[in-house]
């Protein structure tokens, strides 16, 4: 049984989005709404991607530190803190984009907001065991 690598996984991934407007039209992602979140690395300040799912609140996109229901939060946050310029690939288009981990005034909302778009996060607070960090992702030029 040959190695499974990951980047692979992810560049078929992305090939797909990139060949179909957008969408994910096949496979265990099929019908989900994916994004490419292009940051750079906290500590190394080299480039990092993650491709992770998003709904939308007032033109931006709202994504979740889940790490699929994991106790530890993903290193992407870690990277948003330390270097907030991030590039989005989203609903095929490709912008720049200011990261801003939600307060807890604002996250309760977007979580609840997320959550019902995709009802399969509802388990992941439960399951990890930690409050789930909740990120907006806002295209500069938009006020």
Do not use: C
């Not at 993650?50 to 530190?65: E, Q």
């Not at 994991?70 to 991030?86: F, G």
């Not at 778009?117 to 990120?135: C, H, K, M, N």
């Amino acid at each position: 049984m040959p190695d499974f690598d990951p980047s692979d996984f992810e560049n078929a991934l992305i090939a797909e989005m990139r060949a179909h407007d957008g969408a994910v039209t096949s496979g265990p992602l099929a019908g989900h709404p994916l994004l490419v979140l292009s940051s750079s690395g906290a500590k190394t300040n080299e480039p990092r991607r993650a491709i992770l799912t998003f709904s939308r609140d007032n033109g931006d996109y709202i994504v979740a530190g889940t790490a699929g229901g994991s106790p530890t939060t993903p290193a992407w946050v870690s990277n948003l803190r330390h270097h907030p310029e991030v590039t989005v690939e989203a609903e095929n288009r490709t912008f720049p984009a200011t990261a801003t981990i939600v307060d807890p005034s604002e996250r309760d909302r977007l979580w609840d907001q997320h959550v019902a778009t995709l009802p399969w996060f509802a388990d992941y607070p439960e399951q990890s065991g930690r409050t789930i960090p909740v990120i907006r992702l806002t295209p500069i030029g938009r006020n």
